[in-house]
C-alpha cells in the first residue's frame, strides 16, 4: 500500500490551496482516512477524517476553512484549504485505516498507512 500526497507550496495569507491523495493498493472507500499535520518542533496532528461512509471531522481550528473530500472512482481524497493563516504552516501528511472512523480518527496513531508528506507554506 502506497500513498502519494500533491498539492503543497507556498503561498500568501488568506489564500488557497488543494492538497491530493491518490491511494495505491489500498482503496480508501474501504475504511478511515485523513489529514495531519507536523509544524518543525510540533507533535503530529489530525486536521480532517473522512470515513467510508463520507462522513467527516475536523479540528476545531480548521472548521469552516477547510473541506476533505473523497472521490471514490479515482481513488483520491483531498483537502481544501481556503483563507490560509501562517500558523498553519506544516508538512501535511495522508493516512489511511482499514474499517470505521470512530472516536479516535483525528489522532495519528491508529492509521498504519501514512504518504510521505507534502509542504504547505503561509506567509504573511
Known amino acids: 500500500e502506497q500513498l502519494v500526497e500533491s498539492g503543497g507550496g507556498s503561498v500568501q495569507a488568506g489564500g488557497s490551496l488543494r492538497l491530493s491523495c491518490a491511494a495505491y493498493g489500498y482503496t480508501f472507500s474501504t475504511g478511515c482516512s485523513g489529514w495531519f499535520r507536523q509544524a518543525p518542533g510540533n507533535e503530529r496532528e489530525g486536521v480532517a477524517i473522512i470515513g467510508f461512509d463520507g462522513r467527516t471531522s475536523y479540528a476545531d481550528s480548521v472548521k469552516g476553512r477547510f473541506t476533505i473530500s473523497q472521490d471514490n472512482a479515482k481513488n483520491i481524497i483531498y483537502l481544501q484549504m481556503n483563507t490560509l493563516k501562517p500558523e498553519v504552516t506544516a508538512m501535511y501528511y495522508c493516512?489511511?485505516?482499514?474499517?470505521?472512523?470512530?472516536?479516535?480518527?483525528?489522532?495519528?496513531?491508529?492509521?498504519?498507512?501514512w504518504g510521505q508528506g507534502t509542504q504547505v507554506t503561509v506567509s504573511s
Open positions: 493516512a489511511a485505516e482499514r474499517g470505521r472512523c470512530g472516536w479516535w480518527s483525528l489522532q495519528p496513531g491508529p492509521y498504519n498507512y
